[in-house]
């Protein structure tokens, strides 16, 4: 797919203005607050495309979509008139014992979209409070079903799954959750699928899935199966730096959760609508969990939505009696995000953003592997367009970076120097040091080149300052 050639963007703004009123107002997400007492706060005023512009009208190639969310690209007319036209036909009303017609043709695309029997569509506004949802919603289903005990989850080192308190206790990140503990009992972890860190079978991909897959089952029998209700996993695992699962790895889970009577929750916030050229991550790898959690691409970020997919095996007991499902949120399948997110599934089949990502994937892969020839450069891993690239300091050895160095890398340099060279993605160190790359799903080759040279010539000066 190529992309239409932008203008330029001439219009500034008040860029000092703008850096003041932030640092003294705007408490911003994840952010250390104390790093602009000296600098300006970075502001970005306009989309385009695969493209973005800061206050000072510089653009940027988006490298992350925003955080993993504007598929269909930015400055969308087509989407923000649908927001338009549905806020000016009903601009909300809650899905509290009532419907709306947004919330209705949604709900019965996404069943029809889904694999397997997940026919049933709870909206949420968000990520994280999917996940929320699927973990009490499994600690009722088995107090339904008659066995009350189960209540617990596995999931995976290094995991993230969201910021609500369950959802923050089933996070396997112990820096994101420090701070916030005590957190929801029973949430309890199991070795990733980081193939190029392999603790078992490094030599070996299939025999190293089998071991990572294994290890969830032991976990499952640690803790008790009569007491372990659901087990998270993401087709592949963004925090760490985009894990991509082993062949036949979900296939065993699959058995490994059936032999126990453990709901299989496919955590898809990121991997869902197109990320890795499926509509849903568990197609692309074979596997029908029963439940999955989205929101992010869903709209490509022009309205908050989220949902849990579920399936009508494990919704059937709320559906009987007095039962039902206590649990909502005000805005959850508001009508305006409702509409928007079926325009753009719309524009997903009409302009072949799927398609387009299977049929560049391995360009862009191929493309991004020829860093490994920097000394920097350890592994370059993930599947579609989503990637990581991992940093290392001796790559025959694989030494990783101390946290000092680690801290002196990606905060002290890469971070700014990437934006500076005009690329917008994401240098972390949850796991280890690692670049993420994770663009607009509508970028092709010219794109692909442009994100190589930016990303080494910024590696290269890196290694050059440890």
């Not at 979509?65 to 601009?91: C, I």
């Not at 074979?286 to 970020?301: E, Q």
Request: net charge negative; charged share 25%; glycine share 10%.
């Amino acid at each position: 797919m190529t992309t239409t050639p932008v203008q330029p963007f001439t219009h500034r703004h008040d860029t000092e203005q703008l850096s003041a009123d932030a640092r003294e107002h705007l408490w911003m997400h994840f952010t250390r607050m104390s790093s602009y007492n000296e600098a300006p706060v970075p502001t970005i005023v306009r989309g385009e495309g695969a493209r973005i512009w800061d206050s000072n009208g510089r653009d940027y190639i988006d490298g992350l979509a925003g955080l993993f969310v504007v598929q269909a690209g930015h400055g969308r007319k087509d989407l923000a008139e649908a927001a338009y036209t549905q806020a000016s036909e009903l601009a909300f009303f809650p899905l509290w014992s009532y419907a709306h017609p947004p919330a209705i043709a949604l709900a019965d695309r996404l069943a029809s979209l889904a694999p397997g029997d997940l026919n049933k569509v709870f909206f949420t506004t968000g990520g994280g409070e999917a996940v929320e949802t699927a973990w009490k919603l499994a600690k009722q289903y088995y107090k339904l079903v008659g066995k009350p005990m189960k209540h617990k989850v596995i999931s995976r080192y290094v995991a993230y799954h969201g910021t609500p308190q369950g959802a923050l206790s089933i996070t396997g990140i112990p820096d994101a959750k420090k701070w916030f503990e005590p957190l929801v009992p029973g949430a309890h972890k199991a070795p990733n699928t980081n193939f190029y860190r392999a603790p078992e079978h490094g030599d070996d991909l299939e025999a190293f899935g089998r071991w990572a897959a294994d290890e969830i089952e032991r976990a499952i029998e640690m803790e008790g199966p009569d007491t372990v209700a659901a087990v998270f996993v993401e087709p592949v695992q963004n925090s760490g730096g985009c894990f991509p699962p082993p062949p036949g790895y979900f296939q065993r889970l699959r058995e490994i959760c059936d032999r126990h009577d453990v709901l299989m929750v496919s955590d898809e916030v990121i991997c869902a609508f197109g990320r890795l050229g499926t509509m849903f991550g568990c197609e692309k790898y074979g596997y029908v969990p029963d439940i999955i959690t989205c929101a992010k691409g869903l709209t490509s970020g022009y309205s908050p939505i989220g949902a849990a997919i579920i399936s009508d095996r494990i919704a059937e007991p709320f559906y009987r009696g007095d039962d039902y499902f206590p649990h909502g949120y005000t805005f959850g399948g508001h009508p305006v995000s409702a509409a928007v997110a079926m325009k753009n599934l719309d524009v997903f089949e009409d302009e072949g953003i799927l398609q387009n990502v299977l049929a560049n994937e391995g360009l862009f892969r191929s493309t991004l592997e020829k860093l490994t020839d920097l000394p920097i450069v350890g592994d370059v891993r993930g599947d579609g367009y989503f990637y990581g690239i991992e940093l290392v300091k001796d790559k025959a050895t694989k030494e990783t970076f101390d946290e000092h160095e680690s801290e002196r890398l990606l905060r002290g340099f890469l971070s700014r120097a990437l934006f500076d060279a005009g690329l917008y993605c994401r240098a972390d160190d949850r796991g280890d040091p690692v670049v993420q790359l994770a663009p607009p799903l509508i970028i092709g080759p010219s794109e692909f080149i442009e994100i190589e040279q930016i990303l080494r010539e910024v590696l290269t000066e890196a290694w050059t300052r440890l």
